[in-house]
């Protein structure tokens, strides 16, 4: 069993439609990050959570430490959100998800 | 602020050859993380450094090699080439190690071994 499960693997979504992402993780954890991968391979920080609600704009993390769960939301989505979405835990090391191909239409 | 850059961006190598990628963190940056990137595997982590000292390695072979340089540069080197090799290979670089500290990606080294 991976360390890091992200769910869903694959999600389209309708332009305006509310989308969540989860993540959960085994190991323990100083922080969580949530990555935002465009084709090309660049890859931004979206969020680092340690606990709590983080919000930016349309997106929203939340983390819950004693279920070791998270999830990202997006509001409103719109088709430039169209990315693999990549949940990170940070230990020792950093450990990845496999990634959520989020592909939203107009 | 120059954002995170990686040299080169595209490179071609055959098998048993060995290359040097190179990763210039943001300014003021003093923590430099390198990952493999592959579509079997995902993202992996290769190592961290941190005032040109190892902080922590991934669990790959000893063909992967890394190092810092005193204004925080840092250079990974792969030895003796092998197909599965082929990947994107990304540094960050964040504010200092023992964190958490935000990381700030390059856009990657996209590495073919033929």
Not at chain 2, 14 to 38: A, E
Request: proline share 5%; charged share 15%.
């Amino acid at each position: 069993k991976n360390e890091v499960e992200q769910s869903p693997q694959n999600l389209t979504a309708q332009e305006g439609e509310f989308i969540t992402i989860n993540c959960s993780y085994s190991v323990g954890i100083s922080a969580l990050h949530w990555l935002q991968q465009h084709p090309g391979g660049g890859i931004v920080s979206l969020f680092m959570l340690s606990s709590g609600k983080k919000k930016h704009g349309r997106l929203i993390a939340t983390i819950n430490i004693q279920e070791k769960h998270s999830s990202l939301h997006i509001t409103a989505s719109h088709p430039r959100d169209s990315a693999v979405y990549i949940c990170a835990v940070e230990g020792n090391d950093m450990r990845f998800g496999a990634g959520t191909r989020l592909t939203v239409k107009p | 602020k120059a954002g995170v850059t990686q040299t080169p961006r595209y490179l071609i190598k055959t098998r048993g050859q060995q290359v040097t990628l190179s990763c210039s963190p943001i300014s003021g940056h003093r923590s430099v993380s390198w990952y493999q990137q592959t579509p079997g595997q995902g993202l992996q982590f290769l190592f961290e450094y941190f005032s040109e000292t190892q902080r922590n390695k991934g669990n790959f072979p000893g063909r992967f090699s890394g190092r810092q340089f005193s204004n925080s540069r840092s250079e990974m080197n792969v030895s003796t080439l092998e197909l599965g090799d082929s990947a994107l290979y990304l540094c960050a670089s964040s504010l200092g190690t023992g964190g958490p500290y935000e990381q700030y990606f390059g856009p990657g080294t996209r590495l073919t071994v033929t």
